[in-house]
């Protein structure tokens, strides 16, 4: 009986020394939602404008059936929503600049 505890006691305790052996780092945010809009999000969060835009090709066919109609979607005030906000909100109160500047010209030329 004492070794059994012991056994399991050991198995309990390296746990999770062993669950977390990759090194990526842990991220504080969580998405909720549909997680094939993520990056979007996270290229806010990251101020990423290279991940803003392959997310945008990406969604090319599933969304719209161009990438002008892809940005019109994402930038719909009633369209993809972060955190509550929209891209272009989301991005400027995360201090996103470089997002920030990317979509506010790409809305403008829409």
């Known amino acids: 009986m004492k070794a059994l505890s ?3 006691a050991t198995t309990l305790l390296s746990a999770p020394v062993m669950a977390n052996t990759d090194d990526k780092p842990i991220s504080r945010y969580a998405f909720t ?3 094939a809009f993520a990056n979007f999000c996270r290229s806010a969060l990251k101020d990423d404008v290279a991940l ?9 066919g599933r969304v719209a059936s161009s ?3 892809v940005y ?11 955190d509550g906000l929209n891209l272009v909100d989301f991005a400027r109160q995360r201090q ?3 997002v920030y500047q990317y979509l506010s010209k790409k809305a403008q030329s829409l």
Do not use: P
Request: charged share 30%.
């Open 52 to 60: 803003l835009r392959r997310s945008v090709f990406q969604e090319i």
């Open 72 to 82: 019109r979607t994402v930038l719909a005030l009633d369209g993809l929503k972060c």
């Open 67 to 69: 990438e002008n109609g």
């Open 6 to 8: 012991l056994f399991c």
């Open 96 to 98: 996103a600049e470089s």
């Open 33 to 35: 939602g549909d997680v």
